[in-house]
């Protein structure tokens, strides 16, 4: 079984969440970061990232300014061979579910866009707690631990994992370098979808 994170893992996002942020930052009246500076100080739960900001920021708040601002930047692409690796795991009989911080509702629409309803079991978006929600789908879809990989590209992504007792993927084209997530320790640190299905 596979949880996949979706920014920065399939979705090539960065840009329209950075820009997103940006236009948050700008309504709460927030010194703008540059794009470099937003890939080292972005971390999860999204609420300690605006905190180092602005203390008394609210995760409503912040939450609810992002899914505006998120509708108003452009859509997104997947990575390529994204699709084709799913494909290909699918084929294998491997389930597939995906978790992702990114709002549910946004979430599912780019899912569609994509055309990658047919390969996911189950989605869960609008997540704060990544640890929590692991457990949740791997009991709601019978997922045993030793048998379980989670995919992310952050360093919350391996803590979660490891904490969830799965084994941890991280992968290094999304939002962390990949000096950031060697610090994390996961079971395996790749720089493309071959690797992944090499692993599987």
């Keep these: 079984n596979i949880i996949f994170d979706w920014s920065g893992v399939l979705s090539n996002d960065l840009i329209p969440v950075y820009t997103a942020v940006m236009k948050v930052f700008k309504k709460l009246r927030l010194k703008q970061i540059t794009l470099e500076e937003f890939k080292k100080e972005f971390t999860i739960p999204v609420i300690n ?56 509702e946004k979430l599912e629409k780019e899912i569609k866009d ?31 631990s030793n048998e379980t990989v989670y995919v992310g590209d952050l360093s919350h992504d391996i803590h979660a994992g490891k904490k969830a007792k799965v084994i941890t993927i991280a992968v290094s084209w999304g939002y962390y370098s990949k000096e950031r997530l060697s610090k994390e320790n996961p079971d395996y640190l790749i720089d493309g979808f071959r690797k992944l299905k090499e692993i599987i």
């Design 49 to 104: 990232f605006y905190k180092k900001y602005n203390p008394n920021l609210t995760k409503e708040k912040t939450h609810s300014l992002f899914v505006k601002e998120i509708h108003s930047v452009g859509e997104p692409k997947p990575f390529p061979k994204a699709k084709e690796t799913l494909k290909f795991l699918k084929e294998k009989g491997i389930k597939m579910a995906l978790l992702s911080s990114h709002p549910q």
């Design 114 to 144: 994509y055309n990658f309803q047919e390969f996911f079991i189950d989605v869960k978006g609008s997540v704060h707690d990544k640890t929590e929600t692991i457990l949740e789908l791997m009991e709601k879809n019978n997922f045993k």
